[in-house]
């Protein structure tokens, strides 16, 4: 009689804890889940892009595309301590949804057909253009200006190339590690320009210890669309994900972000329309 005591207190105690193992799991959020609120949000940005996605040394982080990311992740119900950060590079982005790393991406994101057949988007939530970056007293002010010039882009991107084939053959490229090599030859002299996106080269310029050196020519090379990737097929969480958007450009809370982290040498354009592509 004992035995079956201990025997039938061990069952309860078991169904207890399976029990409270699937609530426990039920809570989670892991890039996968269809809930929102009551764990984890993982979101996809860059580490290294000042103004857009940063790391800062204390471990936080910054720059409009994690702003918006903030907005956008309280809208589905999650708050600022329950976004969890993930590094990710831009050729890692669609693997990263594939994989279910992330709920979603945020990370200067230009939606492109190529990218559609992989992954699905939101928005667009920023119209950006590829753009020369130049010293604030630069006689440097149209694309030929640069025949003859040093053009300095990152290694790998083909911002600079396609500069000099389409509006300055002769300009003369260097190709370095990082944005953070070509600003500080351009603050040397050691180069004369730098091209990328405006929205990354004003987030540069925007920092303390470069502020008030530089301008935007304002060329508008190129027409970047910057989305939020989302996993093929969950067109659920682009619905939710638009919603937030249209709520974040109504409320001015997006202009704020513009303000805050571009800096007065950005001349944005205004929110796009969700679903509206500039080619």
């Known amino acids: 009689m004992k035995l079956r005591k201990v025997t039938a207190a061990s069952a309860v105690v078991l169904a207890l804890a399976v029990t409270a193992t699937a609530c426990g799991g039920d809570k989670k959020d892991d890039a996968g889940s269809s809930g929102s609120g009551g764990g984890k949000i993982k979101i996809g940005i860059k580490y290294d892009q000042p103004g857009l996605?940063?790391?800062?040394?204390?471990?936080?982080?910054?720059?409009?595309?994690?702003?918006?990311?903030?907005?956008?992740?309280?809208?589905?119900?999650?708050k600022p301590s329950q976004i969890e950060w993930v590094e990710t590079k831009s050729a890692d982005r669609e693997n990263a949804l594939q994989r279910g790393d992330v709920k979603f991406i945020a990370a200067s994101y230009s939606i492109t057909d190529e990218r559609k057949q992989k992954v699905d988007f939101a928005g667009p939530y920023l119209l950006a253009h590829q753009d020369l970056l130049v010293k604030k007293d630069s006689k440097i002010s149209k694309g030929t200006d640069l025949n003859g010039k040093r053009l300095c882009s990152v290694t790998g991107s083909t911002s600079a190339q396609n500069v000099q084939k389409s509006i300055a053959p002769k300009a003369n490229l260097r190709?370095?590690?990082?944005?953070?090599?070509?600003?500080?030859?351009?603050?040397?002299?050691?180069?004369?320009?730098?091209?990328?996106?405006?929205?990354?080269?004003?987030?540069?310029?925007a920092q303390d210890k470069y502020k008030g050196q530089f301008k935007l020519t304002g060329l508008k090379l190129s027409n970047e669309n910057y989305g939020i990737g989302v996993k093929k097929g969950d067109s659920a969480t682009v619905d939710k994900i638009n919603k937030a958007l249209e709520q974040m450009v109504s409320d001015k809370s997006w202009?704020?972000?513009?303000?805050?982290?571009?800096?007065?040498?950005?001349?944005?354009e205004p929110a796009p329309k969700i679903g509206q592509i500039v080619k």
């Open 53 to 78: 996605g940063l790391k800062q040394p204390d471990g936080s982080f910054s720059g409009f595309d994690v702003d918006v990311a903030t907005y956008v992740a309280k809208q589905l119900g999650y």
């Open 175 to 205: 190709n370095l590690p990082g944005y953070s090599e070509c600003l500080a030859g351009l603050q040397s002299g050691s180069v004369d320009a730098l091209t990328t996106d405006d929205s990354i080269l004003a987030g540069y310029a």
């Open 255 to 268: 202009d704020k972000a513009v303000a805050k982290n571009f800096g007065s040498a950005y001349k944005n």
